[in-house]
């Protein structure tokens, strides 16, 4: 018997019907956020690894394993999963062709050839049944109204007794310095940039445990990840902090208007700051879910 395809289809824009309600959910909205997630991803390594390679370690991640990404976005961490086989493959799977098409071209830049793209919407994934040895997702599973539908879908393409893990922001409390962004493009642009709270539905213990458990994984458990991030004064992390949470106001910025805007973020940021650098506190959660044998 042949063994079953797990490519997903082409990519191609608007492929994915979008089935859901939720604005943060559907294709157009995460497309209209693209063009920050370019600027975001000016150098194709991440720039920071830490929590990607212990999400990496909890997914028990083989040289030689198939390995799905969901909702990779621009790549992450799937690039850095990539790095780490020799004779397997990663999928980098999300519902935004424009994010992966970044994803891509990261991929290509780093001459890293074991890296696909698939365009496919988490709650029907375009892959068929027991396909992958482990499956991965950083920060995608917030948006979906219908999460336990999702992880679901990560339950039928994975081969029996494996893992998949997933990676969410804890709650905003724990991650200070989104508030201190939103308040310094306030401060730049006189117009109000409330907390995207969606971006934390899963951050308080024992949710995404709960939708692990529900989707019909045999273990579920979740692990709290904690980082202080140094940061050093003028670094662009604060840049690719702004294009992110206002993709939409950075597109005619010249450099000039850039220092301004990223002066006052800093400034707002202030708190954190020890000497020469910037100390950011950054919480986030895994969920390890390992399919019945
Ligand atoms: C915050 S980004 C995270 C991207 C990447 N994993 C990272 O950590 O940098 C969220 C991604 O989820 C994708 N997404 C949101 N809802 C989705 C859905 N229902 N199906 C597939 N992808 C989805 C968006 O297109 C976006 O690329």
Request: charged share 25%; with cysteine; proline share 5%.
């Amino acid at each position: 018997m042949d063994a079953p395809d797990c490519l997903g289809q082409p990519i191609k824009a608007g492929l994915v019907k979008d089935p859901a309600s939720d604005t943060e959910n559907r294709t157009d909205y995460w497309k209209n956020r693209s063009p920050g997630w370019t600027e975001a991803a000016t150098s194709a390594k991440p720039s920071d690894d830490t929590f990607n390679l212990r999400l990496i370690e909890e997914a028990d991640i083989e040289s030689n394993m198939k390995v799905l990404d969901v909702a990779s976005g621009t790549g992450d961490p799937a690039i850095t999963i990539a790095g780490k086989l020799t004779s397997g493959t990663v999928t980098a799977c999300d519902m935004t062709s424009e994010m992966l098409a970044v994803a891509a071209a990261r991929a290509q830049k780093l001459s890293i050839n074991n890296f696909q793209i698939a365009a496919g919407n988490m709650i029907s994934l375009p892959f068929a049944d027991s396909c992958f040895d482990a499956v991965t997702s950083r920060n995608g599973l917030m948006f979906p109204d219908d999460k336990v539908g999702c992880a679901k879908e990560v339950l039928r393409v994975l081969k029996p007794n494996r893992k998949a893990v997933w990676m969410v922001w804890g709650p905003i409390e724990k991650n200070p310095t989104f508030g201190a962004v939103n308040t310094g493009l306030e401060k730049y642009f006189g117009e109000d940039f409330p907390p995207r709270m969606i971006r934390h539905n899963l951050g308080d213990a024992g949710l995404l445990s709960d939708v692990i458990e529900k989707a019909g994984f045999a273990g579920a458990e979740e692990i709290e990840l904690k980082q202080e991030r140094t940061i050093k004064q003028g670094d662009d992390y604060f840049r690719r902090a702004v294009a992110r949470t206002a993709p939409h106001r950075i597109e005619n910025l010249s450099e000039e208007n850039w220092a301004d805007l990223l002066k006052n973020v800093e400034e707002r940021c202030s708190d954190f700051r020890e000497g020469e650098v910037y100390k950011i506190p950054i919480v986030a959660r895994l969920g390890i879910g390992t399919s019945p044998g």
